[in-house]
């Protein structure tokens, strides 16, 4: 039994060390969710093969310490994989802004009567655009980092919205009031996919368990 175990400790080791090594060839980015979990379960999979295959009596434990040190090292490079997720959206945010908005608003053509509704418009192309750019990118850091964005860029659109001499005060009373309404929808359907995000995960989670179970019983 004490012989069984210093094997199984040593080996158990020896699958994280893998898998360890295997981490520090992934190249950062992964921008699809699916792909990185993919990865993940792959790696596990073969990191653990040898262990599964010369791993003697009450090896379970051995085989539960080594799953639990792979998700630790997995949550570290998740959290910086999220991270540059979110940068190369920003990245590609302020490229599609610049290209759609922000050179029209260097030469102030915003800053005439009928200039908000031209600006509504290119915001709304500029948001079509930067939806179709982040397609298949985790849908939840995406859409975080254009709430973000849109947040920041509220106030330059009321600015705008008030130095149009165009449009009455009821209008921009009715402008102000869709904006808010606007942005109380946009959170609504961020918790919502984060809602969504959470049980994706747990469901995944539950599935990965399941599969190592059923592989432990082969």
């Known amino acids: ?12 080791s020896e699958a994280v060390q893998i898998f360890k090594e295997k981490i ?31 791993s003697m009596f ?23 994989n999220l991270l540059l997720v979110r940068e190369h959206c920003g990245s590609l945010l302020q490229a599609l802004y610049y290209k759609k908005i922000g050179e029209k608003m260097r030469r102030g053509e915003y800053k005439v009567a009928g200039g908000y509704p031209l600006y ?8 079509k655009d930067y939806k ?18 849109m947040d920041s860029e509220a106030e330059i659109e009321s600015t705008i919205m008030l130095e149009d001499q165009k449009m009455t005060e009821e209008d921009r009373q009715r402008e102000l009031d869709r904006i808010h ?23 995944r989670a539950e599935e990965h368990q399941k599969k190592l179970e059923e592989e432990r019983k082969e």
Do not use: C
Request: net charge negative; charged share 35%.
């Open 1 to 12: 039994m004490v012989v069984s175990n210093i094997e199984n400790e040593r080996m158990a």
């Open 24 to 54: 520090e060839l992934i190249q950062l980015p992964i921008l699809h969710s699916n792909g990185f979990e993919e990865l993940y379960r792959d790696m596990q999979k073969a990191a653990l093969t040898n262990f599964r295959i010369e």
């Open 58 to 80: 009450n090896a379970e434990k051995f085989e539960k310490q080594a799953v639990s040190e792979m998700d630790e090292l997995w949550g570290k490079i998740k959290t910086e």
């Open 120 to 127: 509504k418009l290119d915001i709304e192309a500029f948001k």
């Open 132 to 149: 179709a750019n982040v397609k298949g990118i985790d849908g939840y850091e995406a859409q975080q980092v254009l709430i973000m964005f």
């Open 181 to 203: 309404t606007e942005h109380k929808e946009a959170q609504v359907e961020q918790r919502k996919l984060f809602e969504s995000k959470l049980e994706e995960e747990k469901e």
